[in-house]
């Protein structure tokens, strides 16, 4: 489709919308593809009552039980399984081989190490910890930690294509934190640990391999199937200094059937006339989930560290109106956020109910 407009005020997308009016965003995969901006004199999230499924979703993580060791599947769908996990250090340890897909965890709090058959991998809080399908492994927390589980079902986790911006665009992978397998004999040395169950998960079933000798007994490895780490530090946001660019720059991770993406601190857009906020838009062909990390959430009411927001496709959304206004005094965003955006309609878990906050709909609702 060739491009075309109607109307006024039919300049650049976040530039130059009139005062008193509001731009919204209408595009195909994630605003990648074919897209349109709109201009009205009210944004399109002024609606007084919503009935259906479509309503947004508001989830405090935080308050979920502490199940220490058991992943607490929250969203899902045939590409994609999303978990809350608590680990608590232990004496005795078991590992873990995801037969049913990648495993890429997020540590939202906590530390500790993660020993693997290629080698020994470290985390800290903001760490991405990326385990391939059916690679063994045991985390080994530090200390209390809490990890945000995001399974591929679909496909293995790779780096997003960075076009005219070159391979090393938004993270460098030689800053990935790779598998130490001499570190790996040592740690196990240090802390008497002899791993002899190993836990397979399979169709959502667990089968327990026993062993009479440690399981992790690697003593060499090459190859380009390996487990890594990547800290949000050595994510360097890509941006405009003049307008605010699409969030599909901020793709961190790609796999058949969605996206995983990394919001970080970032300055705000200089233009006088560049809209700073995040824009009013209809994500029409995802599903986005958005898991908030840390800082000050400020296109949003009420939040804090650790909840998780499910806004459905066809669902209008974009800042709430405190927001718009508290902007004009920010030089800088300071919020860090996961986005998982889904091809698929994403199903939630019946535990979720007992932790959402039910009127969520309503914060953008003038007060």
């Not at 990935?176 to 399979?202: A, C, E, M, S, Y």
């Not at 986005?288 to 459905?312: I, K």
Request: hydrophobic share 35%; charged share 20%.
């Amino acid at each position: 489709m060739f491009q075309y407009s109607q109307g006024k005020h039919n300049t650049q997308g976040h530039k130059a919308i009139p005062e008193g009016h509001f731009e919204e965003e209408q595009g195909r995969k994630g605003f990648f593809g074919p897209v349109s901006h709109i201009i009205k004199p009210e944004p399109s999230t002024r609606w007084v009552d919503i009935q259906g499924p479509l309503k947004p979703h508001l989830y405090d993580v935080v308050e979920m039980a502490k199940n220490h060791g058991v992943w607490q599947r929250m969203v899902f769908n045939s590409s994609v399984v999303v978990y809350n996990l608590w680990l608590k250090p232990s004496s005795t340890f078991e590992a873990t081989r995801n037969a049913d897909g990648d495993t890429l965890y997020f540590c939202h709090s906590g530390s500790g190490q993660v020993m693997t058959e290629f080698g020994l991998l470290e985390f800290i809080k903001g760490s991405y910890i990326n385990i391939p399908k059916c690679a063994t492994h045991v985390i080994v927390p530090k200390e209390e930690s809490q990890f945000l589980v995001i399974e591929s079902r679909s496909s293995f986790f790779r780096e997003p294509d960075r076009g005219m911006l070159g391979k090393n665009a938004f993270y460098d992978p030689a800053s990935f934190g790779k598998p130490d397998l001499d570190k790996l004999h040592t740690f196990k040395k240090q802390h008497h640990l002899d791993i002899l169950k190993v836990n397979v998960r399979r169709f959502d079933t667990i089968t327990t391999f026993t062993y009479s000798s440690c399981y992790f007994d690697t003593v060499g490895w090459k190859g380009d199937f390996w487990p890594f780490t990547l800290h949000i530090n050595d994510l360097m946001p890509v941006i405009s200094p003049r307008v605010h660019l699409p969030p599909s720059v901020h793709t961190t991770f790609v796999a058949d059937g969605f996206v995983v993406c990394t919001f970080l601190p970032r300055p705000l857009e200089t233009d006088a006339d560049a809209l700073k906020v995040p824009f009013y838009h209809q994500n029409i062909d995802y599903d986005e989930v958005l898991f908030y990390h840390d800082g000050n959430f400020f296109s949003r009411d009420n939040l804090h560290a650790g909840m998780m927001t499910l806004h459905p496709a066809g669902f209008p959304h974009g800042p709430h109106p405190k927001a718009v206004k508290a902007v004009e005094k920010k030089t800088h965003t300071d919020e860090v956020a996961i986005m998982i955006d889904t091809w698929q309609t994403l199903q939630t878990d019946s535990q979720l109910i007992n932790v959402e906050l039910p009127d969520y709909w309503k914060s953008w609702m003038t007060k």
